[in-house]
């Protein structure tokens, strides 16, 4: 069984108090024969204590083996595994990205929307635009290829192109 507990507070400490109707629960899966393995999955701390405590209560309902997993494990396995780093806001959702992002990313966005002014004033509508749009409608993604400076990243109207 795998029970994940969220918690808002950004220094919350899971209690073994807080899962009494968790143990209950794990006690008639183990009884129906359902539950041998309980994993705890949480984005609070967990003191060495509780977690001893937490373990030793799901051993005494006749889970054979309770694994609790603390938000430090979590931040841990997002920080270790790139993979998991590009899935950061959708493993804690479109929530408060404060959390996620950090002083540099905000510098580089405030940089970013400052250019863009300038490209969207000389941005032009193309056949190739249109198709591409249409695929990333249709598909959910689009790779564009060419040679550099041809316009992948942004097209301009004082290349020769016209407005459309």
Known sequence: MLQCK??????????????????DKARALVKRGMCG???????ARVTGS????????????GVTHPLVLDGQWLSD????????RMFVPRVY????????????AYAQASKLMASAAEQVATFVVTSAYRKAA???????????????????SVS???AGHQRG
């Open 6 to 23: 969220h918690t808002r507070k950004a220094d919350a400490t899971l209690a073994p108090s807080e899962l009494a109707d968790e143990f």
């Open 37 to 43: 393995t309980y994993v705890l999955l949480t984005n």
């Open 50 to 61: 509780s977690e001893a405590e937490i373990s030793r209560r799901l051993r005494a309902a």
């Open 77 to 84: 396995m997002i920080a270790a595994h790139r993979g998991l």
């Open 93 to 104: 959702g479109l929530g408060d990205l404060s959390q996620i992002l950090d002083e540099r």
């Open 134 to 152: 249409r695929a990333l409608r249709d598909h959910g993604f689009v790779l564009l290829l060419g040679d550099p400076a041809v316009g992948k």
């Open 156 to 158: 301009r109207a004082d």
